[in-house]
């Protein structure tokens, strides 16, 4: 049984993760893990700033895969729960979810913004249940 749950709980991460997928591609939108041959989602390494309000985005280890290690912090550490990123109809989309106290499953739906190196999007503020249009700029 030990080993039953184990299992049920990778697939139900799995199962989680393609759902994050598929609510960032919409009707009729493609998305998948980057080309093989390109290693452009590692542009997106690094620290972001929310200029609106000095949250701190790190992203870091991005892999080909979509897989990618996120930190959050407003100032302190705010517990990410799941971050995945993607190339959508050759866009870059990041999924970033939150769940700590006072986040209980806020989330970022962003996109990167090549011509003036921005993380654009969304953020539901799930306390508030609202969404607010947000960007984060490179921090230098």
């Known amino acids: 049984m030990h080993t039953f749950v184990k299992s049920w709980r990778i697939n139900a991460t799995l199962v989680a993760t393609l759902f994050a997928f598929l609510c960032m591609a919409g009707v009729g939108g493609h998305v998948s893990a980057a080309d093989p041959t ?36 407003n100032p302190r550490p705010i517990r990410v729960f799941r971050a ?5 109809d050759g866009a870059i989309i990041l999924f970033v979810e939150l769940r700590d106290v006072n986040y209980p499953g806020s989330t970022y739906n962003l996109q990167y913004d090549l011509a003036s190196d921005r993380l654009k999007g969304t953020y539901f503020q799930a306390v508030q249940r609202q969404t607010f249009d947000v960007e984060f700029v490179r921090a230098r």
Do not use: M
């Not at 000095?54 to 290690?69: A, Q």
């Not at 995945?84 to 959508?88: F, G, L, M, R």
């Open 38 to 73: 390109q290693n452009d989602l590692q542009r997106l390494e690094g620290r972001w700033v929310r200029p609106d309000g000095g949250y701190i985005l790190e992203l870091k280890s991005i892999k080909k895969d979509g897989s990618v290690t996120a930190a959050y912090y």
């Open 84 to 88: 995945v990123i993607a190339k959508k």
